[in-house]
């Protein structure tokens, strides 16, 4: 099912945005986790920025979700400028508040799950997994999450807020990876 999208009716630009077909061809982390998850959606970014230099910005979401802060991180703001030590990965560790690191391959991809929560009870079971890869002049920053079925306005809702905060997660990191 590694090229397969959610097919939930209403989703549409919801289960991928910003991503190639070779992108949704390709096989992640999270594919293996979660096999027969009905939703599967996938992001990019561009990030004008080093492979290295991309990953050590994902690696901040272990501080912080990266995306509406009101929303997401109780009002604090996401840290703008990089924490050390975080880049010191181990698996099951917090990562963008509510996950807990599952898999990485330091440099490269981090893989996250929702442990059992009231967050897993709303929006299922879920695996992410985070890539960079080089690209000319810079990286790609992807992001497949793989989700597990609910009734299907649920997974219409879920797609569609996922869309919205995901992608300013990324486009947050890809400019902050930018800038510095």
């Known amino acids: 099912m590694m090229g397969d999208v959610d097919q939930t009716p209403g989703t549409g630009r919801a289960v991928r945005w910003g991503v190639t077909d070779a992108e949704v061809a390709a096989s992640y982390t999270c594919d293996e986790l979660r096999p027969g998850a009905a939703g599967r959606w996938l992001r990019g970014v561009d990030v004008d920025a080093s492979p290295a230099h991309t990953f050590r ?3 901040q979401l272990r501080a912080a979700p990266y995306s509406y802060d ?5 009002g604090r703001r996401s840290p703008r400028t990089l924490t050390p030590g975080l880049e010191r990965l181990e698996v099951g560790q917090q990562v963008a508040t509510v996950f807990r690191l599952q898999s990485f391959v330091d440099g490269e991809e981090i893989t996250l799950t929702l442990p059992p929560s009231r967050v897993a009870r709303a929006s ?3 695996a992410v997994t985070y890539r960079v890869e080089p690209r000319a002049g810079g990286s790609r920053l992807l992001a ?3 989700v597990r079925a609910l009734p299907r306005p649920v997974m219409t809702a879920l797609a569609w807020g996922d869309l919205v905060m995901m992608r300013r997660q990324l486009l947050t990191l890809s400019a902050l990876a930018s800038s510095t």
């Open 57 to 59: 910005w994902l690696c």
């Open 70 to 74: 009101l929303v997401d991180n109780l």
């Open 124 to 126: 299922g079971d879920m």
């Open 144 to 146: 497949v999450l793989r």
